[in-house]
C-alpha cells in the first residue's frame, strides 16, 4: 500500500544546531507539504511544493528551508535550530493541485530544541 | 490568520450518543474538509463537501454546510470508544493556490 513515511518520529537537538526532518511519500503524488502543530494554532503550514524543483513559502516559513529533487522526498530544515521551533511536524501530499482534495499526512516528527 | 475555529474545544459523550463539532469560517470557500487526528498519529481526511453542497453523509457522518454563516457542522452518530480523538475542519478557497487552512480542532472523548 503507499504511504507516507516521516523520519524520525522524536528528536532533541540544541540551539543553533542544523537539523533535516525527512519525509517519504510513495503514493507518486506531485503536492507535498509541511505543517507544524502546536498547541492553541492547530497545523500550520511552513513550506509547499507544486512539483520537482517547485518550493513555495507558507505562513510560518521563517527558519525553515526545503528542497524538492524528486518526487518522492521532500526534507525540512532547520537551518539553526530555536527552541521556538521545538513543535511536533507533519508532512503530507496530494494528487493533484486543487484544494478540493484530500491530503494524506504521515505520523509526524516530535522535535524538542533544548 | 486561522480560518476555521470549532467549537467547543472539547466534547465528552457516553458511548452510543451522537457527537456534534461545529465549524465557522471567515472568508469565501470552494469547499472544506473534516480530518480525524488520533493521539500520537497523523490526520486523517474524513469528508469533504463543496461550496455548493449542502449536506453530505458517509457512514454515521454527516457533514452539513451554511455558507450563509459560513459555518459546517459535523455529526458523528451512535458513537464508539474508538471515536475518540481529536477533529479538524480545513477550508480551501481556491483550486489556484491549492492550500488548506486548518482549525484548532475539538477533542472528543467517548467514553465506554
Known amino acids: 500500500d503507499a504511504e507516507i513515511t516521516q523520519s524520525p518520529r522524536h528528536k532533541i537537538t540544541e540551539t543553533g544546531r542544523q537539523v533535516t526532518l525527512a519525509c517519504h511519500q510513495t503514493w507518486n503524488h506531485n503536492n507535498m507539504f509541511w505543517y507544524r502543530q502546536d498547541l492553541g494554532h492547530g497545523l500550520r503550514l511552513i513550506h509547499y511544493s507544486y512539483g520537482v524543483h517547485d518550493t513555495n513559502k507558507g505562513e510560518v516559513s521563517d527558519g525553515y528551508s526545503v528542497s524538492r529533487s524528486n518526487t518522492e522526498d521532500l526534507p525540512l530544515t532547520l537551518e539553526s535550530a530555536a527552541s521556538s521551533q521545538t513543535s511536533v511536524y507533519f508532512c503530507a501530499s496530494r494528487a493533484i493541485r486543487g484544494s478540493n482534495q484530500p491530503q494524506h499526512f504521515g505520523d509526524g516528527t516530535r522535535l524538542s530544541i533544548l | 490568520s486561522q480560518q476555521g475555529e470549532e467549537d467547543p474545544q472539547a466534547l465528552s459523550i457516553q458511548e452510543g450518543e451522537n457527537a456534534t463539532m461545529n465549524c465557522s469560517y471567515k472568508t469565501s470557500i470552494n469547499n472544506l474538509q473534516w480530518y480525524r487526528q488520533n493521539s500520537g498519529r497523523g490526520l486523517v481526511h474524513l469528508i469533504l463537501?463543496?461550496?455548493?453542497?449542502r449536506e453530505k453523509h458517509s457512514g454515521r457522518l454527516r457533514v452539513t454546510l451554511d455558507t450563509s454563516k459560513k459555518s459546517s457542522s459535523l455529526l458523528i452518530t451512535a458513537s464508539r470508544a474508538a471515536d475518540t480523538a481529536s477533529y479538524f475542519c480545513?477550508?480551501?478557497?481556491?483550486?489556484?493556490?491549492?492550500?488548506?487552512?486548518f482549525g484548532q480542532g475539538t477533542t472528543l472523548q467517548v467514553k465506554p
Open positions: 480545513a477550508t480551501g478557497h481556491s483550486s489556484n493556490t491549492g492550500k488548506l487552512i
Open positions: 463537501i463543496r461550496s455548493n453542497e
